[in-house]
């Protein structure tokens, strides 16, 4: 639905879901923190960015006490902040969680050459590069890009 631009349609069911999920898992669980993640995508679809924002925040929370903080999907959730925060012009904000998601990815990742590390390293410093060019940064920026 989400995808079809029910967005409306879409939030009622992820709302059912939710409460089912509360209801069997517990508040905490990370299957709860998965629908509030899929919730937030849609509000940040509509240009809903505070609904969005609170909506992914609360998934990191949970996130954290469920699965820890060193963990890739913890760096997706926290990446989709960054997103969030872009989108609201505050890019200083967005830059500092991408160098958190940066070296999360790193430790988590390993400086392996294997094609999924690369890729998911060269992702965030590419939007990096994008942060710090309207920053006035356009050394760091160029870096940035190079090391993507």
Do not use: C, W
Not at 100 to 117: N, T, V, Y
């Amino acid at each position: 639905l989400r995808k079809q631009g029910k967005y409306e349609d879409s939030l009622a069911l992820y709302r059912q879901s939710l409460e089912m999920k509360k209801k069997i898992f517990g508040e905490e669980h990370a299957q709860v923190a998965d629908t509030l993640h899929n919730m937030a995508g849609t509000l940040f679809d509509q240009g809903r960015l505070e609904d969005s924002l609170v909506l992914f925040r609360q998934t990191l929370e949970i996130l954290k006490k469920s699965i820890g903080e060193e963990h890739l999907v913890v760096a997706e959730t926290l990446n989709n902040i960054a997103t969030v925060l872009q989108h609201q012009g505050k890019l200083e904000d967005a830059l500092t969680l991408h160098q958190r998601i940066l070296e999360m990815k790193k430790k988590l990742l390993g400086a392996g050459e294997q094609q999924h590390q690369s890729v998911a390293i060269a992702k965030t410093l590419n939007s990096m590069g994008f942060l710090l060019l309207p920053q006035g940064k356009a050394e760091d920026s160029l870096t940035a890009y190079r090391q993507s």
